[in-house]
């Protein structure tokens, strides 16, 4: 499956189907950095994600100081 | 994985909650997150109009849609930094969303009322991008709320933000920071009051809310914000976190609700001329703390003739432009 990460954008392909606790392990993610989204929805840990999703791992981090963000 | 309280399919699961929730419920979650510290903290009472300063990122987007639906009286302001294609992107989503919801969005841009942007500012002084940065925002902000006649200024801060001001302050023992780091500071002296109605909140929460409800944001990360020492405390922070779901929260928590005025005192006596770490998010009034002055030129409080934004002015002002950095990667 189609894996695309951000910050800076790439693409990466990964054999599934897999469970979205391993895809982080294997990316070696932190969960609490980042939200999983397959096929434009939000999915919690211990869904399976099959092999033809297309899976989206968004960084929810910001940098940065003072107030506007 | 079920949802805690419908049992039906989970979206998202909180580990420091040891819950986890399908949308409705979790959406039900954040409102009532904010509601709570809203309520706890004094933030607001009811009939107040509050400026939300909004950047066009989650946190700031996701503020704005729960304060309206918590049936707060809301406009928005948006500063343009002139961070390249950055600033272009950010402020489109801020519009977007203000006006797919009737909301009022005030603009102040940097370049075309000051002639100055965030990377000649950061050349000139010779400083970190988010010094300048915080510091304009701040001074903008700040003023708006006060000319504006609003009851309060909101900032989409959230608990990833402020446990990391406070782990910075500690490793540093910025006692003077430590003393003003509180979730809401009254007004006075000029400035407005402030509000942070995300600190319930973790980053991860804010941006799930922003995926669930539906509102487009500026996920790319500034470009002026690699190496800044906060992304390091937050990692750090997190990594403690996965380890034990609750440390970021306990930390936090723990020295707003039991150990924040043992440092009051020096609150206010801090150190001046912006030395030391500059943690902008636990500011009031940059790092000398609130001056009893008022700047000859603008009116804003200052500790000498002029403020510290419009010194910035005077130095970057006018300046030879300089092009926004690369961003440097991160994993
Ligand atoms: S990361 Fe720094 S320079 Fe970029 S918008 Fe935030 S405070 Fe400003
Ligand atoms: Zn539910
Ligand atoms: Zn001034």
């Known amino acids: ?69 | 994985m079920k949802c805690k309280v419908c049992r039906g399919p989970a979206v998202i699961d909180l580990p420091r909650h040891n819950a986890n929730f399908c949308a409705d419920h979790f959406l039900r979650y954040c409102r009532n997150q904010v509601e709570r510290v809203i309520h706890d903290y004094a933030m607001l009472t009811p009939g107040e109009r509050v400026l939300v300063a909004v950047s066009g990122g989650k946190d700031s987007l996701a503020l704005w849609d729960l304060l309206g639906e918590l049936g707060w009286e809301t406009d928005g302001l948006y500063v343009g930094l002139g961070i390249g294609d950055y600033s272009d992107v950010s402020g489109g989503y801020a519009r977007r969303f203000a006006a797919e919801r009737g909301l009022r969005l005030n603009e102040v841009d940097l370049r075309a009322t000051y002639d100055f942007d965030i990377p000649t500012a950061a050349a000139v002084t010779r400083r970190v991008p988010c010094s300048a940065c915080g510091l304009s925002k701040r001074h903008l902000f700040d003023a708006a709320a006060v000319d504006g006649g609003y009851d309060a200024m909101a900032t989409g801060h959230n608990l990833d933000d402020e446990a990391a001001v406070l782990y910075g302050n500690v490793l540093r023992w910025q006692m003077a920071y430590l003393g003003r780091q509180r979730p809401v500071l009254p007004a006075g002296n000029g400035f407005p009051r402030k509000v942070k109605p995300l600190v319930r909140l973790t980053e991860r929460e804010t941006a799930a809310y922003c995926v669930l409800r539906g509102i487009d944001y500026q996920v790319e990360e500034c470009p002026m914000a690699a190496g800044n020492r906060h992304l390091g405390y937050k990692e750090v922070l997190n990594e403690m976190e996965r380890r034990s779901p609750g440390t970021k929260s306990s930390f936090y928590f723990g020295f707003v609700d039991r150990a924040v005025d043992l440092f009051a005192q020096e609150a206010w006596s801090g150190p001046s001329g912006g030395v030391g770490f500059d943690d902008g998010a636990a500011d009031d009034g940059g790092a000398s703390g609130r001056p009893l002055g008022h700047c000859t030129r603008c009116g804003a409080p200052a500790e000498s003739d002029l403020c510290a934004f419009c010194r910035l002015v005077d130095r970057a002002g006018g300046a030879q432009p300089v092009p926004v950095a690369p961003p440097r990667r991160r994993s």
């Open chain 1, 1 to 69: 499956m189609k894996v695309l990460l951000r910050n800076p954008r790439r693409e990466l392909d990964v054999a599934g189907p897999i469970s979205v606790t391993r895809l982080l392990q294997q990316l070696d993610l932190n969960r609490e950095s980042v939200l999983v989204i397959s096929d434009g929805t939000l999915v919690p840990g211990d869904a399976t994600l099959a092999d033809d999703a297309s899976i989206e791992i968004r960084p929810v981090i910001s940098g940065g100081e003072g107030p506007g963000r």
